[in-house]
């Protein structure tokens, strides 16, 4: 079972910038992507940015030029630089784990809250 731990999110005002990380550990295979997910109350989990084991990236059109999402492979660590955040950016965000052959596997979420 691999376990995902998320720190970071919190309050900030619009305009400003926060910083996500995220950990996994005990994968029984390579993690071969990473990445970041948002939801809200009654939408559906969105993808905000992916990060493979190649270094192949991947955002939401709506953050692009604002998140960047960086990792460290050889400690299956991921982490999303927030900038210039909009109250639409509010949300819970969830770690994602996708080893090469398990399913993936989900952090608890942390919240993001952007006030306008």
């Known amino acids: 079972q691999v376990q995902v731990v998320e720190s970071g999110g919190g309050l900030v005002q619009a305009g400003g910038s926060l910083g996500l990380s995220c950990a996994a550990s005990?994968?029984?295979?390579?993690?071969?992507?990473m990445g970041w997910y948002r939801q809200t109350p009654g939408k559906q989990r969105e993808l905000v940015a992916t990060k493979t084991w190649g270094g192949t990236t991947t955002y939401a059109d709506s953050v692009k030029g604002r998140f960047t999402i960086s990792g460290d492979n050889t400690k299956n660590t991921v982490f999303l630089q927030m900038h210039n955040l909009k109250p639409e950016d509010t949300a819970v965000y969830y770690c994602?784990?996708?080893?090469?052959?398990?399913?993936?596997?989900w952090g608890q979420g942390t919240q993001v809250t952007v006030s306008s």
């Open positions: 994602a784990v996708q080893p090469l052959y398990d399913g993936t596997s």
């Open positions: 005990g994968s029984r295979f390579r993690i071969i992507t």
